[in-house]
């Protein structure tokens, strides 16, 4: 009998111990940067004294906030909304806050704007642009560097995008040069996830802007001869 009680308590302890590291699939680890309509969100969740737990997802930009009348603020229940912030966003979410406290670990300077109410709950997280002791990625992180090659249909992207006068304002591609992404915002650090995202998950870096090639020293990097390329950059052929 002694022994049987043993082993119920092993068991018990062992799926106390699963459900635990289970819940933790709510917290995210790495640095975010909030869209403005997020942030004044965020402020908003702040200023409602109800309020209880903001969820965002991992680019910045769909974020939701939930009353623990509605979810008892239960780690289980925190995975189920989790899993709706990533439904409704199609994108990775997580718990930024409760309402005294910061969830998301590492997330870095994740303010656009400075705002009161932020910092008298949680302490400065205004993001400036420039490197801080919360901020682990500069903007000179987003340029390329090094020789690149160019895949045949990232080239004619490119070429598209130098061409075509539309919203797009800076064009991204991966190191290996077959993905590349066009981008409308000027968060460059929420441009580089969504390339991330639309990539395979390969590390993506700022290539280009309508007027120059900022990759640093990328060699000529295009695999035909594109009058498109020509015009807006110059001759950046790779000729075999």
Known sequence: MKSVLIKLSLFVIAVFTISACQTASYIQDR???LSNGAASHFVKFLEDKSASEFYIDTLGYYSVYYYCKD????????????AACERDSGSECGLLATKHSIHWKNVGNFMPFQSEIVFQTYGDYFYDGKITKKSSRDISDI????????SNYVA???ANFADQFGREIDFYVTVD???????TTNNRFVALAKCKQASENKECYLLATRNKIVW????NFMPAKLKAIKDAYGDFYFDK
């Open 156 to 158: 004619q992207k490119l």
């Open 216 to 219: 640093n020293e990328p060699g």
């Open 177 to 183: 040069g077959k993905h590349g992404y066009s981008s």
């Open 143 to 150: 340029k390329g560097k090094g020789p690149i090659q160019l």
């Open 71 to 82: 979810t008892n603020c239960r780690a289980g229940l925190r995975n189920q909304n989790i």
């Open 31 to 33: 640095p975010l940067l």
